[in-house]
């Protein structure tokens, strides 16, 4: 059993900067991919970030890339998501997840992850 919990979102102006954490307890989850999704209001939940458990392998969503980067420290058992450059389309709920999957499957599918955060808000103005 693993327990993922999101902090650090809130509202900020567009251009704007944001820092997401999230902690895992109950497990280490330095042997595993992690990965940030989103959930906007009416809209389904989609790929933001994931990154392998050395954490020399990254990817992103197109629409994040440039600006997101996500990172780890499996000292810590903590995810991050540095969100700069922030735009409206950017607001939504935000979750990480983790694959506790050994070998790594397709770390940028809902499918591939069995534990999820409650998810932190993440709110852009214009």
């Known amino acids: 059993q693993v327990q993922l919990v999101e902090s650090g979102g809130g509202l900020v102006q567009t251009g704007g900067s944001l820092g997401l954490s999230c902690a895992a307890s109950g497990r280490t989850v330095s042997r595993y991919a992690m990965g940030w999704f989103r959930q906007a209001p009416g809209k389904e939940r989609e790929f933001v970030a994931a990154i392998r458990w050395s954490g020399g392998t990254t990817y992103y969503a197109d629409s994040v890339k440039g600006r997101f980067t996500i990172s780890r420290d499996n000292a810590k058992n903590t995810v991050y998501l540095q969100m700069n450059s922030l735009k409206p389309e950017d607001t939504a709920v935000y979750y990480c997840?983790?694959?506790?999957?050994?070998?790594?499957?397709?770390?940028?599918?809902?499918?591939?992850?069995?534990?999820w955060g409650q998810g932190t808000q993440v709110t852009v103005s214009s």
């Open positions: 997840a983790v694959d506790l999957n050994p070998l790594g499957g397709l770390i940028t599918k809902r499918y591939a992850y069995e534990y």
